[in-house]
C-alpha cells in the first residue's frame, strides 16, 4: 500500500515564527488532504490539494504531485495553531494518513 | 449546515455490552466514512458507505457493525468488544464518492472495560 512520511515529527515554535511541513509519499496519488486535529480531537480540513498551490490566510500548501510530496506553510504562527498536522493520500476516497507533525507554538 | 454530529461524544462499555455511535451529516454528501483513531496514531479507515451502500471494508472484525439507514445517517453497532478497541471512533463525509475533501464529526471517545 502507499507509504505516507511526514517531516518533521515534533515542532516547537515561537508565536509569530513561520514553519514549514512536509509530506512524502510512495505512489501516485489523485487525492492529498492536510488536517490539523486541535488538542479536543477535531480533525479539521486545510487543504484539498492533489497538485497545485492554494493559500488560506496564513496557511498556504503546495504538492509536486510529480515529484511525491507536498508541503504545508503556517506563517506567522499562534498558539491556536498547536495540534497535529496530519497528511493524509491515496486514490480516490480511501485515504492513508501520514504518522502526523505535532506542533507546538509558545506564547 | 456544514457538520458532521456525532453521539455519542464519550461511551464506557463493557465486553458483554451493545452500542451503537451515531454520525449525521445534512450537507448533502454521498459518501460516508468510519475511521478508528487509538492514542497518538493517526485515523485509520474502516469502513466507507457510498451512495448508502458498503463499498470499503478494511477487514474490520466482525463485532464492528456498520449501517447506513439513509444517505444523512451512519451508524456503527458495537458487541463484544475487547478493552484493544478502546479509542476514537471518527466520522467524515464527502461530497462524492471519488477524490473529495473530507469533513470530520468531532468524534466518539470510547472506553471498553
Known amino acids: 500500500g502507499i507509504q505516507v512520511e511526514q517531516s518533521p515529527p515534533d515542532l516547537i515554535l515561537q508565536e509569530g515564527a513561520n514553519s514549514t511541513l512536509r509530506c512524502n509519499f510512495s505512489d501516485s496519488v489523485n487525492n492529498l488532504q492536510w488536517f490539523h486535529q486541535n488538542p479536543w480531537g477535531q480533525l479539521i480540513n486545510l487543504f484539498y490539494i492533489p497538485s497545485g498551490t492554494k493559500q488560506n490566510g496564513r496557511l498556504s500548501a503546495t504538492t509536486v504531485a510529480t515529484e511525491r510530496y507536498s508541503l504545508l506553510y503556517i506563517s506567522s504562527s499562534q498558539t491556536t495553531d498547536s495540534g497535529v498536522y496530519f497528511c493524509?493520500?491515496?486514490?480516490?476516497?480511501?485515504?492513508?494518513f501520514g504518522a502526523g507533525t505535532i506542533l507546538r507554538v509558545k506564547s | 449546515d456544514t457538520e458532521v454530529t456525532q453521539t455519542p461524544k464519550h461511551l464506557v462499555m463493557g465486553m458483554t455490552n451493545k452500542k451503537s455511535l451515531k454520525c449525521e451529516q445534512h450537507m448533502g454528501h454521498r459518501a460516508m466514512y468510519w475511521y478508528k483513531q487509538k492514542a497518538k496514531k493517526p485515523p485509520e479507515l474502516m469502513f466507507v458507505?457510498?451512495?448508502?451502500?458498503?463499498?470499503i471494508n478494511e477487514s474490520v472484525p466482525s463485532r464492528f457493525s456498520p449501517e447506513c439507514p439513509n444517505s444523512s445517517l451512519l451508524n456503527l453497532h458495537l458487541h463484544a468488544l475487547q478493552p484493544e478497541d478502546s479509542a476514537l471512533y471518527l466520522c467524515?463525509?464527502?461530497?462524492?464518492?471519488?477524490?473529495?475533501?473530507?469533513?470530520f464529526g468531532s468524534g466518539t471517545q470510547l472506553s471498553v472495560l
Open positions: 467524515a463525509s464527502s461530497p462524492g464518492t471519488g477524490s473529495e475533501k473530507l469533513f
Open positions: 458507505y457510498s451512495y448508502e451502500k458498503l463499498s
Open positions: 493524509a493520500v491515496g486514490p480516490g476516497n480511501k485515504l492513508v
